[in-house]
């Protein structure tokens, strides 16, 4: 390979690299369209590095600047706490002209629910003008925090003290498993989230599934409802059909408002801010429901193109720059001692490996959310990296014409570490996936990039499959001997995946008392093993992670060694 070819192989590889990044992020036309003001957002406004479990609260002044940016945003703010910095919200709504849904949180310490209806009833006196209703307690019962006459007796205090109606907020099924609850309130705050359904439904059966519920609840109660939570995740793993992307974000959040437009519901977003915190209870996907994200900037429009990532430019040029740099390392010095064929997939290692160091990096930090998580982040990027430039550095020492010897039994060690941290991720998606990440991007470079470097193996330097793919042996080693025991967890890992969508389903209160007869919920079962595709797509992952293991267990074989 001479050194105009070289050349010439990088630009168009890198080219395609940049393509690939335009492609996937160019905006989405999404045809749904709605410019006016929300009737309501929640208003939780914690920072990075903020929430209740650290007890790190919001300033006042923080708490104004945001109250301030959703002028013209919405109309109105649905509070969690009547305490925690979120006392100032009332006189701040009469600054600004936002109504307030003002409310009181109750858990299970018997003082602080208290001292919280203390002070919600304490505002929603001295802000008639700006408190329009208040919510006694929101998701108790889920949480199964208080028993249902506890949580009545506080809701009959604060009737029996505030002249607002007053509510109670939780998951729309909860209002039927308990219809003594709705006998004490004035109107329902019913939380309908198709994203958490315990039978999750898509965003193309969004508007559906809105009409039906609120439809069933005025039927059974006959009272005034407020869609107190409706929302969806711009980011984290699928449930089902259910898919967190920008794209969807936005088409459900317009379909809702469109929706509550037409047939007159009162609603209310979720939320209003993304809540780093969260990701601590519920995952990535806990902690990204706002319509606008941590930092403050929008995440899309209420009209017009929805583009998945603002950012994808930089990343696309820092992969391009990292998968250039590393091929011209090996190829821009003495491209003479490549062939055609080890040439180009020096090159092309070069630019995956690119690719895989950046979006892994853009997906660890997305998902970290304090200082620790940041750590962990950067080991997790590091130990990803390192596994990339020594598959690239492997690559270019070996398919050369008069490949240089290397033996770095160091580096034989990373693929078992990722293959046993994959089968962590088996038994935890199974035991307790609903709120576990799908870390599919984690392993780019273990899956796809030693794939790519393996079958190289074989297409230069002549190397039957087992040998090429062998785990041990890939960079100068002597092999693997647990390489048996790691296969079969792996297919064990693979297996749990689909299986983990199918257990959390049939555990679900309200999939089981949807659909009593097991004739009934078999075909379901059956279809939730393959209906969420990002699931799917890292069973295929750790099944093609097999491979390596699988091969060092036939050479070992063949070669007559236990």
């Not at 209806?117 to 008639?128: G, H």
């Not at 820092?318 to 190829?331: D, T």
């Not at 033996?407 to 293959?419: F, N, T, V």
């Amino acid at each position: 390979m001479n050194r105009i070819l070289a050349v010439l192989a990088v630009l168009v590889l890198a080219s395609l690299n940049a393509a690939g990044w335009w492609w996937f992020n160019r905006p989405v036309p999404v045809e749904l369209s709605f410019d006016e003001p929300f009737p309501s957002v929640s208003f939780a406004p914690f920072r990075r590095g903020q929430g209740p479990i650290t007890q790190v609260y919001p300033t006042s002044e923080q708490i104004a600047q945001d109250m301030k940016s959703l002028v013209g945003v919405a109309k109105g703010v649905r509070t969690y706490t009547s305490r925690e910095g979120l006392d100032v919200v009332p006189e701040l709504g009469r600054k600004y002209g936002i109504e307030v849904t003002h409310s009181a949180w109750l858990g299970k310490k018997t003082a602080i629910n208290d001292a919280e209806v203390d002070a919600l009833i304490k505002a929603a006196n001295s802000y008639p003008d700006v408190i329009k209703r208040v919510i006694v307690g929101n998701e108790v019962l889920l949480r199964q925090d208080l028993p249902p006459e506890q949580l009545i007796q506080y809701i009959r205090k604060v009737k029996a003290a505030v002249r607002q109606p007053v509510s109670y907020a939780d998951v729309w099924a909860f209002w039927l498993k308990y219809p003594e609850v709705a006998k004490e309130v004035d109107f329902l705050t019913i939380h309908i989230l198709p994203y958490w359904e315990d039978e999750p439904v898509g965003v193309e059966g969004a508007a559906q599934h809105l009409v039906a519920i609120y439809q069933r609840m005025a039927r059974e109660f006959g009272k005034p409802i407020l869609i107190g939570e409706a929302g969806w995740p711009t980011r984290g793993r699928s449930r089902g059909p259910a898919v967190a992307d920008m794209e969807n974000a936005a088409r459900f959040v317009r379909t809702l408002a469109l929706v509550s437009k037409e047939n007159g519901f009162d609603y209310n977003v979720v939320e209003a801010f993304d809540q780093p915190w969260k990701a601590y209870l519920e995952g990535t996907v806990g902690a990204k429901w706002g319509v606008i994200d941590e930092n403050r900037r929008v995440k899309y429009a209420m009209s017009g193109p929805v583009e998945p990532s603002p950012f994808w430019a930089r990343h696309a040029t820092a992969a391009v720059l990292i998968g250039s740099a590393l091929s011209l390392a090996f190829l821009g010095r003495r491209p003479e001692r490549y062939g055609l064929r080890g040439g180009l997939l020096v090159a092309a290692l070069g630019q995956v490996a690119g690719l895989f160091i950046v979006w892994q990096a853009v997906n660890a930090f997305a998902m970290a959310y304090d200082g620790l998580e940041d750590a962990w982040a950067n080991a997790r990027i590091i130990l990803h990296t390192i596994l990339a430039l020594v598959i690239v550095r492997a690559a270019g020492e070996g398919f050369a014409r008069e490949p240089r010897p290397f033996h770095w039994p160091w580096a034989e060690k990373l693929m078992p570490i990722y293959g046993f941290a994959a089968i962590v991720v088996g038994a935890t998606l199974l035991l307790h996936g609903r709120y576990r990440d799908i870390p599919s991007v984690e392993f780019l470079m273990p899956c796809f990039g030693l794939s790519l470097y393996a079958l190289g193996r074989m297409a230069v330097q002549g190397k039957a499959w087992d040998e090429a793919f062998a785990v041990g042996r890939l960079f100068g080693g002597d092999g693997f001997g647990a390489a048996r025991r790691f296969a079969a967890g792996l297919a064990l890992s693979a297996l749990a995946a689909p299986l983990s969508e199918a257990w959390a389903l049939s555990r679900g209160d309200d999939f089981i008392t949807s659909h009593p007869q097991w004739s009934d919920r078999i075909p379901l079962l059956v279809r939730a093993l393959w209906e969420n595709h990002e699931m799917v797509a890292w069973a295929a992952m750790v099944a093609v992670m097999i491979l390596p293991f699988w091969a060092e267990m036939r050479l070992r074989a063949r070669l007559g060694r236990p």
